[in-house]
């Protein structure tokens, strides 16, 4: 059989790629983002009591009514906007589907999106199976801050959506204020769609307020965002997440939605519903995490690796260029093999593989899992 890919030049995710040789070499994971430590048990307990009370058949498409109305007080509470729980909230299973959805549902062959690299890599795909092409504009390789001048000269009227992260992937820069105006600025009176992936929205540090798209009524109004229950209370294997956006373009996402997925996992949305009724269960977040970067730093500060600076999510940078010249995805597999360290190096996130000796460390792991990390870092 002849087979004609559709993606021709796509493998497996770098983060299956190096938690499987992880496991292979008995390394220290902090490639894949995800936390080696539970969720609240209380969280569980939810969960628990709602499949016994019978909740275990299809929740209504757009998710169950409890959990929209928690997303939009959530919101509403954070960022001052209002979304309408009825029409404008769709409850999803995880992020990746939601935006794969978004592209699904508003982007047409011959379209353009705009991504900024390095980027997280379930986006270009998703583009390019819509038969449209993603055009990427760099973020400075040092500070991850947006060229606002190279992006005005890439956007034309075949510009259909702009996709900006923040707080971001892989790098933990995050957006300012006056990003979020020269976004507006941007795609005013344009029929340009921002779809916003804030995953890591309740993880922005330093006192920092986290840059939500819902800030500014004029963007959100041509905007779609993204968040994922995921990072916010250490589920990432449940794959829940959601989109908010107005009404008229929630009709289209819902029209793609409910012949992707239909609907999502019924007792964990009636448990989310509960659980995230108390803000402590994701306003502390950010403090945990900082805290987690501060004891990563000051574990490794010693090292003869050099930390780039994490405003948000819980990923670190560091460059090895004192250590090694070798091509960062050879150094990673290397570490892992050899000295038993697992991390995602930053040339898989660009479209060019540009290779600035930089790898990604997940510090979402216990503090002893971290101090085990530093042990074998600060040897290098
Ligand atoms: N966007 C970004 C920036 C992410 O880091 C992730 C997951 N780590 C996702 C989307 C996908 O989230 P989910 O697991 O809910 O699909
Ligand atoms: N988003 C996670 C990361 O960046 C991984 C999610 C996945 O494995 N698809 O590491």
Redesign the pocket.
Known sequence: MQISSKLPNVGT?I??VM?GLAKEHNAINL????PDFGCDPKLLELVQKYMNAGFNQYAPMPGVIQLRECISKIISDCYAYNYNPDTEITVTSGA?QAIYTAIAAFIHAGDEVMVFEPA???YVPAIELHGAKAIISQLDPLNFSINWNDVHSKINSKTKMIIINSPH??SGAVISPNDLLELEKLVAGKNIIVLSDEVYEHMAFDGQPHQSIARNKTLAAQSILVSSFGKTVHT?GWKIGYVAAPKELMIEFRKVHQFLVFAVNHPFQLAFADFLSDPKNYSELKHFYQAKRDLFLKLTKNSKLQPLKTSGTY?QLMSYSNISQEADTDFAIRLTKEKKLAT?PLSVFYTNKYDNKVLRF?FAKKDETLEQAAEIINKL
């Open positions: 995710t983060f299956t938690s490639s894949q983002g995800f990746t997280y890599d379930c992937n892989p990432t990923f995602i997940c």
